[in-house]
Every structure is written in structure tokens, then in C-alpha cells.
T-cell receptor, first 112, second 113 residues
């Protein structure tokens, strides 16, 4: 089991550019979560999916953020346009029935 | 906003000593979980305690839960240098099937040789 795989590990971009973060959950897991971690706000849940369907996106900060899960093995989080305040570590996590969250190693995003 | 607050924010101990971290939360919960995060890595699940449980053990870990005080503690016995990490409590609420985990602010533990 390779665990939750996120790419890229690091992303540096300029303000106004589009950023796409990618996640491959653990096979067989039916829940997928996107979290953001900053020093100021800690870990925040942005959105989660169940069986590829978005269930709760109330944590998505604004319309510049969007997330998709076209199939059970892939999800994206897109920021367009990006802003410096979006700089953070973005984590993807998945879980199966009666299992805890399994986190990827995150994408460190820096927007200059 | 964050549900949990960990105390202390940082803790430094010698190898072999015990480490105790505390977590307080605000609303009723379905369960409380503890996670560890090594520098530059994702969080790793350690242990889950349900709202109707008061104490749980797993290896060198002991977790207690006091729902009347809305608090939990994590005890790591006989600490090792490899235990150096940040530790977070996370609460699962009564709605949403407990899927909306809310994480605390974390305790940075440093275990020195």
C-alpha cells in the first residue's frame, strides 16, 4: 500500500496564476478530504467527498477554490487565481469504512 | 475555527521520561482522536477514543477522555527520540457522520537524548 499520494510536493507560483494540486487516495477508500495547514489557522477542512461526490464544501474559502473527484482514484484542488494568502501546506486524506484518516505528505504552496 | 486547544504548546523532555499532552474542546463529540505529525510529513493516526469511553491504551500510549470537562489527555510513556513530533487532537462532531474532524492547535514534543 503506497498510501495517499500527493503531487507536487512543492509549488511556487506567482500571484494570479492557476494552481492545481493532485491527490491519489488509498485504493478502496471511499472518503477523500482536502485540508489546509497554516501557522495562523492550523488545520482546516476545506472539502470532503464520499464515493466521488462532494458532501461538504463549507470550508472552501472562496470561489477561487474548486475541487473535483472525477473517479475513485484521483482528486484535484484548483486555485484560480492564486493569491499570497493562499500560501500553506495542503493535505489530502482518505479513509475507508471504520478506518481513521490516512494523510498524504502534503503540497507546500508558496504564492509570491 | 479550531475546536481543540492543546496544552502545552511545546514540551521538551529527556528520553525515557513520560510526556503528557492535554486537549480541550468546545462542543459535544462523537469521538476524539490523536494524530502525530513529523516535520514535513502528513499526520498519522495514533488512537481513537469514543465519547462513551473513559480510557484507552495502545502500546506506550494512554488516552483519557472526560466529556464532562470536555478534555482529553495523551500520555506517552518511556519516550524515545523518535517520538519527537507535533501531536494533535481531533474531534468528530455529532453531525455529518463524524466526518468533519476538527483539529486542535497541536503540541510540539521534543525528546532529547
Amino acid at each position: 500500500d503506497a498510501g495517499v499520494i500527493q503531487s507536487p510536493r512543492h509549488e511556487v507560483t506567482e500571484m494570479g496564476q492557476e494552481v492545481t494540486l493532485r491527490c491519489k487516495p488509498i485504493s478502496g477508500h471511499d472518503y477523500l478530504f482536502w485540508y489546509r495547514q497554516t501557522m495562523m489557522r492550523g488545520l482546516e477542512l476545506l472539502i470532503y467527498f464520499n464515493n466521488n461526490v462532494p458532501i461538504d464544501d463549507s470550508g472552501m474559502p472562496e470561489d477561487r477554490f474548486s475541487a473535483k473527484m472525477p473517479n475513485a482514484s484521483f482528486s484535484t484542488l484548483k486555485i484560480q487565481p492564486s493569491e499570497p494568502r493562499d500560501s500553506a501546506v495542503y493535505f489530502c486524506a482518505s479513509r475507508g469504512p471504520n478506518s481513521p484518516l490516512h494523510f498524504g505528505n502534503g503540497t507546500r504552496l508558496t504564492v509570491t | 475555527s479550531q475546536q481543540g486547544e492543546e496544552d502545552p504548546q511545546a514540551l521538551s523532555i529527556q528520553e525515557g521520561e513520560n510526556a503528557t499532552m492535554n486537549c480541550s474542546y468546545k462542543t459535544s463529540i462523537n469521538n476524539l482522536q490523536w494524530y502525530r505529525q513529523n516535520s514535513g510529513r502528513g499526520l498519522v493516526h495514533l488512537i481513537l477514543i469514543r465519547s462513551n469511553e473513559r480510557e484507552k491504551h495502545s502500546g506506550r500510549l494512554r488516552v483519557t477522555l472526560d466529556t464532562s470537562k470536555k478534555s482529553s489527555s495523551l500520555l506517552i510513556t518511556a519516550s524515545r527520540a523518535a517520538d519527537t513530533a507535533s501531536y494533535f487532537c481531533a474531534t468528530g462532531g455529532l453531525t455529518g457522520g463524524g466526518n468533519k474532524l476538527t483539529f486542535g492547535t497541536g503540541t510540539q514534543l521534543k525528546v532529547e537524548l
